[in-house]
């Protein structure tokens, strides 16, 4: 019997295993406490995949008819033949999920109820009294109430990351407390942070939830079962309990993180400065000693999560090269200017990094305060391409310091250095509710919730929402050769699946492949 088991709910990207519950569990098995980790997220997609349903049309029969090969062109890589290709295999996946849903619509990587929002906390209190409006319902019923039974854990921890997750995690804690009453039940992860960190926090789920975790849960749990006292640091994840072949990644993925919050934690946009998240980094010394050979076997890729990369430990990856490729987030600053260390990282297996450029206006970068100048980034872009790293972009518009022809500033910008950019992320600013710059403006509402993490707000430029939207649509996604790069980034799954589209990391089935005929 375990003291706790650890669940990482739907839904979410089942391309690699979560990091969250997997430190959890290393850090109990450290201290010697007993606790068993489970992929409800994989398990229960699969479940739903695996149901009878009746086809409509000739593309909801082809999306079904191909569930099982689909998701093994995914495992084996021979849906990364083509960007095409893979597009068609994910969006018949996405859909045959979707007609599984009944009332409610499941995806790939989302999840919705027409009739529950997952930011009040009155929906996500009705979802727990009435589970079985939830896709993800029989596979809890018919699979995981059983497991639970056969464990009989003292606790149940359940990790909420993402708002996807809210909804079918509510359902879950709903069908445990209806099973096993005396039960305890707590909750973590980033999206539950999240809440906490809010300003008018009131705990609205006490007598359904035992306990509410902010940020990292080593020292709670450690507290709870009697361990020793955690110290704030970042941990070693351990994946050894988790299903390494049943991800749908055609190579195994590692996702460790250096750190938590972020190291730069000045841009004043960003929720990690609203919600003032603690910044931990752990030794480089161990980050490079745990991705040696013996440790990684069976690992095609590294994947870094941390906001940004600390630079002492791109150094020390530089110097003790791990042993597979990896990726990341970094800062388009400091040494990445130089194109020597950029071809350093490249020999150390850095196959593509994660640029958060924001802006194309150096204006609207100040008043961010991303620490960012365009000739650097111009020259980061520029020395990874020669280096022969692929770079993920992302752009954030309709920020209140940007208006129309700042836009088209960063239209411009990309423009220019189109034949160095890779991949393109283009979002629309979501403002933090209790942010320093959400002061300043005339805010209301954007969800009507009281776990709403974010605020509309009257643009000081008269910069709307919609005017943002219609120059994605109708300016920058239209121009050619804008388009040819957004039409790269792999739906759903996007900067999950995009190394696997490099040359360096092609699976050698998407090398072969033959690419079928549209059913």
Known sequence: MSRILLIFPPCAK????????????????????????????????????????????????????????????????????????????VWELNHAVRCSGGASRPGLADYSDASLSPVRSRDLLRQAEEPGRCAHDRYYRENLLSRIEAEAPQWIGISITYLSQALPAFALIGRIRSRFPDMKIAIGGGLVASWMRLKDWKDPFSGLVDLCVAGPGEEALLSLFGGKKAHPQVRLPDYSDMPAAGYWSPAGVLPIAASTGCWWKKCVFCPENAENAPYRSMPVERITDCLKGENVQGTGLIHFLDNALPPALVKALIEQPPAAPWYGYIRMTGEWTDPEYCFSARRSGCVMLKLGLESGDQHVLDRMEKGIRLEDAALVLRNLKKAGIATYVYLLFGTPWEDAEKAAHTMDFILRHSGHIDFINAAIFNLPRFSTTAEALKTKPFYDGDLSLYADFEHPRGWKRAFVRRFLSREFGRNPAIRNILKNTPPHFTSNHAPFFLDSMKPAAARTAVRPTAS
Request: net charge neutral; glycine share 10%.
């Open 14 to 89: 089942p391309c690699e295993p979560p990091a969250g519950i997997a430190v959890l569990h290393g850090t109990l098995a450290e201290n010697g406490i007993s606790s068993s980790i489970l992929d409800a997220n994989l398990e229960s997609l699969a479940c739903l995949l695996d149901l009878p349903l009746h086809a409509g049309s000739r593309r909801t029969a082809a999306a079904l008819r191909n569930r099982g090969t689909n998701v093994l062109a995914l495992k084996n890589g021979s849906a990364f033949g083509s960007i095409d290709h893979y597009s068609r295999i």
